[in-house]
């Protein structure tokens, strides 16, 4: 089992749509999560992290479900700018941090 | 503009030529690290350098050699390398971290993108 999984998408999705990814871990002593933003051919950006109780960052929601060891991120009124890859990213050991492959989503009008 | 700097940007070079990687940090950061991004797979964590001493060496092939001169440059040196290490490198910043403090997150540059032919 892959340490950090995400469906790879595409996800393709209307502008206005409300969209969310998983993301599953394998170590359940993971202790931090994040979710980094990459558009094409640039480098990965901290969008958010995720923290015990969910966050909120304007239209963007993460949440944390340590039992079922996953987090999620949830995307609502989609813009053409959120067209990017997703990628989640838990922190294991000394400041290790596991990426997941990514989730592509692609906003059209 | 980031406050990670990488040249070059893209790099073509056979696989007898030896080249090297530059990442330069303006952050005050004293962690520095290398990755590699192949296509449609996860970064792949290759070394880990805190306040100038290789903490982490995640397995890579000795073609691949890190340098870390000081804690505001890396340097990834590249000798007889294969086609399929082709590939995007990602050089990353992070204030030493401190257990269980946030303060762990990572500050990318714009990547070196490899070709070896």
């Known amino acids: 089992r892959k340490e950090v999984e995400q469906d790879p998408g595409p996800f393709n999705v209307p502008e206005g749509a409300t969209v969310a990814f998983n993301c599953t871990y394998s170590?359940?002593?993971?202790?931090?999560f994040f979710w980094y933003r990459q558009d094409c051919r640039k480098e990965p950006k901290l969008l958010m992290s995720?923290?015990?109780s969910g966050n909120e960052d304007g239209r963007f929601t993460a949440q944390l479900n340590r039992a079922s060891q996953y987090i999620s991120l949830l995307i609502r009124d989609s813009k053409l700018s959120d067209s990017a890859t997703y990628l989640c990213?838990?922190?294991?050991?000394?400041?290790?941090?596991?990426f997941g492959a990514g989730t592509r989503l692609a906003v059209h009008p | 503009e980031t406050g990670v700097t990488q040249t070059p940007r893209h790099l073509v070079m056979g696989m007898t030529n030896k080249k090297s990687l530059k990442c330069e940090q303006h952050?005050?950061?004293?962690?520095m690290y290398w990755y590699k991004q192949s296509a449609k797979k996860p970064l792949e964590l290759m070394f880990v350098?805190?306040?100038?001493?290789?903490?982490e060496n995640n397995s890579v092939p000795s073609r691949f050699s890190p340098e870390c001169p000081n804690s505001s440059h890396l340097f990834l040196h590249l000798h007889t390398l294969q086609p399929e290490d082709s590939a995007l490198y990602l050089c990353?910043?992070?204030?030493?971290?401190?257990?269980?403090?946030?303060?762990?997150?990572?500050?990318f540059g714009a990547g070196s993108r490899l070709t070896v032919l």
């Open positions: 990353a910043s992070t204030p030493v971290p401190i257990p269980g403090s946030g303060a762990n997150v990572l500050t």
């Open positions: 170590n359940s002593a993971s202790q931090s």
């Open positions: 995720v923290y015990s």
């Open positions: 990213v838990v922190r294991g050991g000394y400041n290790k941090l596991i």
């Open positions: 952050l005050g950061h004293n962690a």
């Open positions: 350098y805190s306040l100038e001493e290789r903490v």
